[in-house]
Every structure is written in C-alpha cells, then in structure tokens.
T-cell receptor
Framework: EPEVTQTPSHQVTQMGQEVILRCVPI?????FYWYRQILGQKVEFLVS????????KSEIFDDQFSVERPDGSNFTLKIRSTKLEDSAMYFC????????????FGPGTRLTVT | SQKIEQNSEALNIQEGKTATLTCNYT??????LQWYRQDPGRGPVFLLL?????KEKRKERLKVTFDTTLKQSLFHITASQPADSATYLC??????????FGQGTTLQVKP
C-alpha cells in the first residue's frame, strides 16, 4: 500500500537555527498539507499546497515558515529561525482530491528546539 | 471561529462491548466530517468520511452518524477488541481540504 514518508524522524536543533523537514507524498496525489501536534495537544493545520502554490495557511504559519515542492516527489517545510514553542510533531499529509477525500498522513518528524 | 469538542476523558470499556464516541462542533457547517485513529507517536489514520446529506455510514465494525441540526457526530465501534485501543480524532473539513481536528478521545478496551 502506498504511504507518505517523512525524514528525519527526530530533529534536535538550537533556538534560532533553520530546519527543513522533508516529506515524500503519495505519488499521484495532488494536494499536500502540513500539520503539527504539540505534545498532549490536538493536531493543528499549518498549510495546504496545490499546483505549486499555498492554498491556505493558518495563523501559526507566519513569515518564519515556508513550503516548497522542489521536484516531482518531495514536499518540504522550512522553519527559518526556530523558537522553543516550535517543538512539536510535524505531520505531512497528501490527498488525491481537495475535499471529500481521505488524507494520508506520514509518520511525523519530532522537532525538539533547545 | 470553528470549535470542535470531543470528550477529553478516556473511555474504558470491556472487550466485546460497543464504544460510542461523541464529536460536537460550533460556528461551522461542514460539508464533510472525517474520523481518524491515532496511535501514540504515530500519524492519524483515516477511518471514515461522512457527508452532510448522509445520516449514517458504516465500514465493517465502525459506524458514524452525522446530525447537522444538533451539530454532532457519533462514532461507534461494535464488538470492540483490545486492538481498537487508540485515540480517535474527529475532523471537520474546510473548503481547501484543511482538516480542523478535535482534541481526540482515548479509547481503552480491556480484555
């Protein structure tokens, strides 16, 4: 069964450093998403991406965040200058359709900012 | 803004019984509502999707209802098994496909 993959599984970084989280969505999917989950809290939407453009972003997704699909397979989330409060599990998801369709989530990257 | 409430207390039931989880929402009229399962340290896994014009949806031992008047969805697992122990997430679907999740309800099925 096809699956979404994410690397690394765990990233430790110092405050102020840049991090890039990588995702390989399911190959024929067209819609891509990033979510995050702070420990013990709910899964929160960050950004949706379609046709090489951001479709929607949340208030969390400020100027420190960016997304890119540099080639036909990878989908990345960059945090330019990490803060302690960015520590969370980051999930990538992909879907064939924008609505009325399941989203396939990756296993997540645990980001720890020290 | 949209608000989704799921029972934050863990639900403990005996194997073989039916588990019923509740999802209530306000300030939104979603066209679709989805349920996901999340195991500790893992990503959510899709279970069921129900449309606003559907009252009920079934898949094997799972059943979801959607009452747009009450703004409530119920999720049932019949003949529950210890392997069903997990956190179950309700999610409203936005126009661009973004999912707005509830905080989840943890189900513990005891043998």
């Amino acid at each position: 069964e096809p699956e979404v993959t994410q690397t690394p599984s765990h990233q430790v970084t110092q405050m102020g450093q840049e991090v890039i989280l990588r995702c390989v969505p399911i190959s024929n999917h067209l819609y891509f998403y990033w979510y995050r989950q702070i420990l013990g809290q709910k899964v929160e939407f960050l950004v949706s991406f379609y046709n090489n453009e951001i479709s929607e972003k949340s208030e969390i997704f400020d100027d420190q965040f960016s997304v890119e699909r540099p080639d036909g397979s990878n989908f990345t989330l960059k945090i330019r200058s990490t803060k302690l409060e960015d520590s969370a599990m980051y999930f990538c998801a992909s879907s064939w359709l924008a609505t009325a369709y399941e989203q396939y989530f990756g296993p997540g990257t645990r980001l720890t900012v020290t | 803004s949209q608000k989704i409430e799921q029972n934050s207390e863990a639900l403990n039931i005996q194997e073989g019984k039916t588990a019923t989880l509740t999802c209530n929402y306000t300030n939104y009229s979603p066209a679709y509502l989805q349920w996901y399962r999340q195991d500790p340290g893992r990503g959510p896994v899709f279970l069921l999707l129900i449309r606003e014009n559907e009252k009920e949806k079934r898949k094997e031992r799972l059943k979801v209802t959607f009452d747009t008047t009450l703004k409530q969805s119920l999720f049932h697992i019949t003949a529950s098994q210890p392997a069903d122990s997990a956190t179950y997430l309700c999610a409203l679907e936005g126009n661009t496909g973004k999912l707005i999740f509830g905080q989840g309800t943890t189900l513990q099925v005891k043998p």
